[in-house]
């Protein structure tokens, strides 16, 4: 076969019919729904490096495939919210927590955290939100369930760790948010960034759909399979 039938051959049996189906798989993934593996630990002890999450990407409005232009909006960031974004100075793509909106004062004093002048609330965390964790990191980290608003999720502080424990307080501008990971002394989020402008925010992170140990060869860890996340 010349070379040239056999492109003809390729682009009529392969080419050709994955066109259409691969088009519409990217389409879908850019604009409704996908997944993002974890590789870090900034989110810990909530998301744990290997652990794989769904993105809803019709949390908070509709957009146009490969485009951040929005065709129907129904809803915004709310504190809480874990959030997959991208970094506003160099485009890393993040999973973080929304602790402030647009407008809210946002400021930490001891790795406590204070929204609109007010301390959130910490209570100690339950042992089994910690239990897949190296047990050397557990011995040497502090955890909380802290309550930002009306929601409750985990929290960790690492004080053997140099970190930025205090910050602000800063007003947080217009169409912009303000993030930080659970893991509080080692997470590259707002205090380091800045502000989240709210086109970089593409969707809710949901759920752990699967999870592997990094450390350990990539070994299941089968219980965090389909968790909802905090």
Not at 6 to 25: E, T
Not at 136 to 152: D, H, K, N, Q, W
Not at 186 to 207: C, L, V
């Amino acid at each position: 076969m010349s070379p040239k039938k056999a492109v003809r051959y390729l682009w009529r049996q392969w080419i050709r019919p994955l066109a259409l189906p691969f088009l519409l798989i990217t389409a879908a993934k850019s604009a409704l729904a996908d997944i993002n593996f974890v590789p870090t630990g900034s989110m810990k002890p909530t998301i744990l490096e290997g652990d794989v999450v769904f993105i809803n990407k019709l949390a908070y409005d509709l957009r146009v495939p490969f485009t951040t232009l929005r065709l129907a909006h129904w809803s915004t960031p709310a504190r809480g919210d874990i959030v997959v974004c991208f970094a506003p100075d160099d485009g890393t793509r993040l999973v973080k927590r929304v602790v402030g909106q647009p407008g809210d004062s946002i400021e930490l004093r001891h790795d406590i955290l204070y929204v609109n002048g007010a301390a959130q609330s910490y209570a100690p965390l339950a042992a089994s939100a910690t239990r897949d964790l190296d047990p050397a990191e557990r011995a040497t980290s502090v955890f909380a369930r802290e309550t930002l608003g009306s929601r409750a999720h985990a929290v960790m502080a690492l004080p053997g760790r140099p970190a930025l424990r205090d910050f602000g307080p800063v007003r947080i501008p217009a169409g912009s948010y303000f993030m930080m990971g659970d893991n509080r002394d080692n997470s590259r989020d707002s205090r380091y960034f800045g502000f989240m402008p709210r086109a970089e925010i593409i969707g809710e992170a949901r759920t752990v759909v699967a999870s592997a140990d990094l450390a350990h060869w990539l070994r299941p860890r089968f219980d965090r399979f389909f968790t909802p996340l905090d």
